[in-house]
């Protein structure tokens, strides 16, 4: 049975959409291939409504569920009559994409109207996961991709983004309430969450949180080289160009001396140039290396989509992990201690 193709007058109208309110995936889509950039351009549409319906509606809760009945509708084959329903409808039949990963979207952004804060950096690698790591699985899938080494590394890579996106906004969010650093992260830094929401300064403290953060970011920005290379080669340049912009947020966030309060980090534009340049370099010297485990918080997104079981991480994964952790957190005090020496 041949796979349903996205209308060309539907494609089009998801096209609009996202150049005017998705400029920056609608420039890096035009480094995919014609045969992944339709489909790609058909979920992110749909994902730009979800987020826009109840992030920008008067009312989250009617949103949301009016979302999960289109989506129940979509995944019935009877979309809701939009082009942006009918494109995301016939995409997911085509290539197969589990309910589960634009349902953990969906309920994501539902955490986002909810106001939800995230105790540990483990329960924001949760929130992460939803938002970022499926957009990350599914953008696999139209790929081609469908092992669960590949799947887990593009869901780090959706969740480094979504890191480096949280470093960027803190004051941002902070002015509009919203908090997605780790609350027990500001605890140990001497930050009291309320007091930083009510009114937002940037201080060496939290300087220090930011720089956590993307230390975390660049760790699964690294982990996501492998996946890059096991990506067919007409779609490495593009994905590798994202991972290098998107890395590169982390810098401007450096350089600003980690001040995401006073300043926004912005990737200029021929510096995107360059950027995507060198991605031309990493389709050829990008290796697949060892396997990795995939991240706890996305093993959920990988169940249903890979086509062999998922690897449980082992014991002794989790106790390395740690180990590292520790080990990077005991080495950042140390640095601490030498420069108030100095």
């Known amino acids: 049975m041949p796979h349903p193709s996205v209308n060309e007058h539907d494609l089009a109208a998801c096209r609009a959409l996202l150049c005017s309110g998705s400029r920056s995936f609608f420039a890096a889509s035009l ?41 129940d509708a979509a995944y019935a084959g009877i979309p809701e009559q939009t082009p942006i329903d009918r494109a995301f409808a016939a995409t997911v039949a ?22 939800r804060r995230y105790q540990s950096f483990s329960d924001l690698l949760d929130y992460a996961a939803r938002v970022a790591g499926a957009v990350g699985v599914m953008m696999a899938l ?36 919203r908090i997605f650093l780790p609350l027990d992260w ?50 490495r340049t593009g994905i590798a160009a994202a991972r290098r912009i998107y890395a590169a947020i982390g810098t401007q966030i450096a350089a600003a001396g980690y001040d ?11 510096r995107k140039f360059l950027l995507a340049l060198r991605a031309m370099t990493d389709t050829f010297l990008l290796r697949s290396g060892a396997h990795l485990p995939a991240l706890p918080a996305n ?32 080495h950042g005090l140390s640095q601490e201690q030498t420069g108030s020496l100095a």
């Open 31 to 71: 480094l995919l291939p014609r045969r992944v950039r339709a489909p790609a351009t058909a979920l992110y549409a749909f994902c730009r409504v979800a987020d826009d319906a109840i992030d920008l509606g008067e009312d989250p809760a009617a949103a949301l569920e009016i979302l999960n009945a289109r989506l």
């Open 94 to 115: 085509a290539f197969g994409i589990p309910k589960t990963l634009p349902a953990a979207l969906i309920e994501g952004l539902a955490w986002d109207a909810a106001g």
């Open 142 to 177: 139209v790929m081609g991709v469908r092992d669960s080494a590949s799947l887990a590394r593009a869901a780090d890579l959706g969740v480094a983004m979504q890191l480096s996106n949280i470093a960027r906004d803190v004051g941002e969010d902070a002015s509009a309430g």
């Open 186 to 235: 500001l605890e140990e830094a001497g930050i009291d969450p309320a007091d930083f929401v009510a009114s937002p300064r940037f201080s060496p403290a939290l300087a220090g949180v930011v720089q956590r953060l993307l230390d975390e970011a660049q760790t699964l920005y690294k982990n996501a080289e492998s996946g890059i290379a096991r990506l067919p080669l007409d779609c």
């Open 260 to 270: 995401s309060i006073t300043t926004r980090a912005h990737v200029p534009g021929p």
């Open 299 to 330: 093993l959920f997104l990988l169940q249903d989509a890979a086509q062999e079981p998922v690897a449980q991480p082992k014991a002794i994964d989790q106790l390395l992990t740690l180990f590292d952790r520790l080990e990077r957190a005991q």
